[in-house]
Nanobody, 118 residues
């Protein structure tokens, strides 16, 4: 069983930056592939950024070149660096783990709120 705890959310003005963190615990082995998702009010949850076990990263078009996903395996921590934030980035952000790297995110954090004002 894997537990994920996000932190780092907050309120910023457009153009600002935030870094989200997600600490994983309870895993007896690598958490496999990891991802960040977000859910805006009244909208479906969507994938934002993903990192594979070999370090390859992919991003949603809407955040390409603004967001960066990374991980520190020694600290069991996943990060999402968010730059040039826009009001439309406002959402609850969740980290998730896909232990088998089969695009089945079985474990989710509780979410952290990001609010970007214009």
């Amino acid at each position: 069983q894997v537990q994920l705890v996000e932190s780092g959310g907050g309120s910023v003005q457009a153009g600002g930056s935030l870094r989200l963190s997600c600490v994983a615990s309870g895993a007896s082995r690598s958490t496999g592939c990891m991802g960040w998702f977000r859910q805006a009010p009244g909208k479906d949850r969507k994938g934002v950024a993903f990192i594979a076990s070999d370090g390859r990263t992919t991003y949603a078009d809407s955040v390409q070149d603004r967001f960066s996903i990374s991980q520190d395996n020694a600290k069991n921590t996943l990060y999402l660096q968010m730059n040039a934030l826009r009001p439309e980035d406002t959402a609850v952000y969740y980290c998730a783990a896909d232990p088998g790297c089969i695009r089945a995110f079985d474990y989710w954090g509780q979410g952290t709120q990001v609010t970007v004002s214009s």
